[in-house]
């Protein structure tokens, strides 16, 4: 295993002595949660005055220089009736989600929940007039999910001190510093208070914050609430877990606690455009690779302005629910298995247990593992009678005797009693 990984920039990294905090345990068997990116940006849905705007949809105030008197227009229209919390977390949990994590306040400076320091937000500001914060965090501790809170803390475009808006306001005479001790620990405080235990503050862009700064922000967080996580992109790898990049996978296992934020088509934020959606077989891939790698996959929906879930993402997600109620036990709470570095196979494993997971089925049924000796039983997690298959050691390995063709075409799981 490796320490680092270039998908996984060391300003973002662990703080070495979260590597072995108990405050993590529940985080390290997790494995798999939501994302969501809901805001005003949801309006234009990556249109703006009748032209397709590229990149991301959250981006787009930034991508169309979108003056801020003219964007904060948007949140007079905002009124997503439809918007159902009990039904976002029962999503999440129907998919083999254990955490959710919602934009509390991404980069365009709107907020998703109350606030005293602001009346840019959803309660104060919009047509709909409900914390929607509150509404999930209730159906959270109804459903048992964990939540977790994005926030933006150094970009912020509606606010004249925050970082990112320079068509607005002129960079040089922002009082960054100032934004951070009035602003963003202001809100951060209102977020541990207001809404129960949080799981997590996803912090995000940390490019440009001092070290001081971001560790006055973990500590504050920590202060409130001592068991709130917080991710590596607080900055100046001084997160309690490591963030790869966006979509960013490893290339091996890595020695840290880490995960992959990562979305199912090519934008974070709602675009009406974006059908390049991934299938449910290469997420349930994405996914056992992260898991067999150490880290998280933390898997985004973008809801439209009405606050639905667009439908492509409910497929998917209800598909790796499914894989992952026959799989599950090969995900959570494993750890790295010893078979790394094959195309063909991922491994996971847990106290007496090795778990393959075999991306591409042998012709014949016949699976070569390297490495793993002293196997003393196998079957299929995916075989109710847990029918045991015929394994073999030789000299450098296990040949493992399994059905012909592929029992299951996205990731069949053949598990080891060691
Ligand atoms: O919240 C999601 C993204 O909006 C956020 N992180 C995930 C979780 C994110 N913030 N910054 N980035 C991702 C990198 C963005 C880079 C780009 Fe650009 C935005 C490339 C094109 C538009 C910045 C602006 C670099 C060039 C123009």
Partial sequence: MTLQDDAIRPERGQRPDARQDPRLDWWRDAKFGLFIHWGLYAIPAGTWKGEPVAGLGEWIMYRARIPVREYEQLAAQFNPVQFDAAQWVALAKAAGQKY??????????????????????????????????????????????????????????????????????????????????????PQVTELLTNYGPICLIWFDTPKGITADQSESLAELVHKLQPDCLVSGRVGNTLGDYASAGDNRIPGQAVTMDWETPATINDTWGFKSYDHNWKSIADLVRKL????????????????????????????????????????????????????????????????????????DWPQGGELLVPGVKGVKGAYLLGDASRAPLPVRETDDGTIIHGPAAAPDEMDTVVVLSV
């Fill in 100 to 185: 959710l994590v919602i934009t509390s306040k991404h980069h365009d400076g709107f907020c998703l929940f109350q606030s005293k320091v602001t009346g840019y937000n959803m309660a104060d500001g919009t047509p709909f007039r409900r914390d929607v914060l509150k509404e999930l965090a209730a159906e959270c501790r109804k459903q048992g999910l964990k939540l977790g809170f994005y926030y933006s803390q150094t970009q912020d475009w509606h606010h004249p001190d925050g970082d990112g808006n320079d068509w607005d306001y002129d960079e040089a005479k922002k009082d960054f510093a100032g934004y951070i001790e009035r602003y963003v620990k």
């Fill in 288 to 359: 056992v690779d992260i898991v067999s790698k150490g880290g998280n996959y933390l898997l985004n929906v973008g809801p439209t302005a009405e606050g639905i879930i667009p439908q492509p993402s409910v497929e998917r997600l209800l598909g790796m629910g499914r894989w992952l109620e026959v799989n599950g036990e090969a995900v959570y709470g494993t750890r790295p298995g010893p078979v790394q570095g094959l195309a063909w196979c991922r491994s996971t494993a847990k106290p007496g247990a090795v778990y393959l997971h075999i991306l």
